[in-house]
């Protein structure tokens, strides 16, 4: 499903102005990174999306609807959310109430709500905790968990905010496998992190936000190569492209395997050059 | 100096303990990292340094806990909170809830310890300062993004100087320059070699870059312990779940297809990578 932001801006009750003229499509099925410091406007342009804020001026499109046409309920159907707080969405008093509830929500009969619940928190490792209230939880098992009633609700089209943070690299692993698992379905897919690392393994393209505009979109290659786009939205590029950088290599990996065997053709190059 | 001997600690109505027979010794001064995966026991270990474990968890808690000379266990919350600070992993549970402005909060901790009030004013604008905090200092903490309420977090913690610093996770919510300045004020800190820092981290990358010392929990047990550049860089911490830099593991796979003959430790910053593949 697309996504477009036609000129959205948005300005706080309290004056902040958080948005100023964003334009963004996301094309149906990409996986897309958002990336940029703290309080550059990532969270305030994605809540648009299933109507949590509504844009001072501009126009949010979700598919073919305009999101100022539909309410969150609607729209909760279309756009899964994955809250940087998982506190924010977590109410049930067991793990498997809290996944139950946004399929029962959509009108699932309740054998296909059990089979999805199920499914969902398998997915995320945490089948074995169904029983467990959420807040006798660690927290990044209530991220796992908040991820899972997110899958379970099947969305076409995912917003995963800070999805790697508080995990271990186990963790991170997991995640990175649901990802390009939910990818290959054809899910539409942002992902904002400041874990640059992270996205570089995942994204095909990224978005640079400073300050309510974008600083930079494009293919991750490109994007997470410009140290210095990148020192304005208070980021650093990845660790393996700082490497790759620093060695002065023609290549451009975004992943340590990629590294590897660029690194690794250069050598074959290099010798036979001697 | 910090000295754990034997101490073990299990959680009311828990059949397994969090902390099991932990020995440590952390000099003054030092800037200790810790590490290990989900659920080995980093935060109960932040607890039991500041007090909380056993004055507000109870359970069950043996063996030894000294900080400065004072045993924890015998030492009210109220003492400790002088000498020992504690940065929660989530920023939400620090902020007081009494105080209406940024600046009052970072205030909060100094009323309570019956400074001054020029000396809390004059301390209160340096670590605004130093956490660029200055200009929301009028915000109400509570209107604040995630990565800021992590520096209001902080800022309250560093504006009672504390002896020793605990941190649980400081940086989860910060941009990357946001976590650089975390560090860097850290290291600041430490300089003197006056205050202890013990931070919990998963970022090992600023880890590597600032740490003297590394200290990696397992079910609740310390399994390694040593210099930051030798315990990160070592192998058996993926099978902890836990991890390497990226720039440990491109070292590690380039040896592993033979690209390179030499053996010895793995480089774990990118200044080191940078030699090493050179």
Not at chain 2, 27 to 34: A, I, L, N, W, Y
Not at chain 2, 78 to 95: K, R
Not at chain 2, 108 to 132: D, H, P, Q, Y
Request: glycine share 10%.
């Amino acid at each position: 499903m697309k996504l477009r932001f036609e000129n959205v801006a948005f300005t706080y009750p309290s004056g902040v102005r958080a948005l100023d003229g964003i334009d963004l499509s996301i094309g149906a099925g990409e996986l897309v990174a958002i990336v940029g410091e703290n309080g550059a406007g990532k969270t305030t342009l994605v809540k648009m999306l299933n109507g949590l804020l509504h844009p001072t001026s501009g126009i949010v499109w979700v598919g073919a609807w305009n999101t100022a046409d539909h309410s969150t309920a609607e729209l909760a159907a279309r756009v899964g959310f994955l809250f940087q707080n998982p506190d924010e969405q977590l109410f049930e008093r067991s793990a498997e109430r809290e996944v139950a509830f946004g399929p029962r929500n959509l009108g699932f009969s309740e054998r296909k709500t059990r089979e999805r619940t199920r499914k969902a928190l398998k997915r995320v490792g945490l089948l074995a905790k169904a029983q467990v209230n959420p807040y006798d939880m660690m927290p990044f098992e209530r991220k796992l968990l908040a991820l899972a009633s997110t899958l379970a609700m099947d969305p076409p089209v995912l917003v995963l905010d800070e999805p790697s943070v508080g995990q271990d690299a186990a963790g991170r692993a997991r995640i990175g496998r649901i990802l390009r698992n939910l990818h290959r379905m054809g899910k539409t897919i942002l992902l904002i992190s400041h874990d640059l690392d992270f996205c570089a393994e995942h994204a095909k393209r990224a978005v640079v936000m400073a300050k309510g505009c974008i600083l930079a979109d494009g293919p991750a290659h490109t994007v997470f190569g410009q140290a210095d786009l990148l020192r304005q939205a208070a980021v650093f590029p990845p660790q393996i492209v700082r490497l790759a950088q620093a060695l002065k290599m023609p290549a451009s990996p975004l992943t340590v395997g990629q590294f590897v065997s660029a690194y690794s053709k250069e050598r074959r190059k290099g010798k036979r050059a001697n | 100096m910090i000295e754990l001997r034997n101490f073990s600690y299990r959680y009311p109505n828990q059949t397994r303990p969090a902390l099991a027979g932990i020995q440590l010794k952390i000099p003054k001064g030092q800037f200790c990292g810790v590490v290990g995966a989900n659920g080995a026991g980093k935060s109960t270990l932040c607890y039991a340094l500041s007090g909380f474990v056993p004055h507000f968890y109870r359970g069950d808690v043996s063996g030894i806990l000294r900080i400065g000379g004072r045993e924890i266990a015998q030492t009210t919350l109220g003492i400790l909170a002088g000498e020992i600070g504690l940065v929660f992993q989530d920023p939400f549970n620090q902020i007081s809830g009494a105080r209406f402005s940024v600046r009052e909060e970072v205030a909060f901790g100094l009323e309570n310890l019956g400074l001054a009030r020029r000396k809390i004013e004059t301390r209160v604008s340096e670590v605004l300062g130093l956490m660029r905090l200055a200009a929301i200092a009028d915000r109400s903490p509570f209107e604040l993004s995630g990565g800021q309420q992590q520096r209001v977090a902080i800022a309250s913690i560093l504006a009672m100087q504390p002896k020793v610093l605990v941190l649980d996770e400081p940086t989860s919510q910060l941009d990357p320059h946001g976590t650089a300045e975390v560090f860097e004020a850290l290291d600041e800190i430490t300089r003197d070699r006056e205050t202890t820092v013990v931070i919990v981290e998963h970022k090992l990358e600023w880890l590597a870059e600032f740490a003297d010392r590394v200290v990696v929990l397992d079910a609740g047990r310390v399994v390694m312990d040593g210099p930051a550049r030798k315990v990160l860089a070592d192998d058996g911490l993926k099978k902890l779940g836990i991890g390497r830099t990226q720039y440990s593991e491109a070292a590690a796979s380039a040896q592993k297809k033979r690209l390179f003959r030499r053996s010895g430790i793995l480089p774990i910053t990118l200044k080191q990578a940078r030699a090493f593949f050179k």
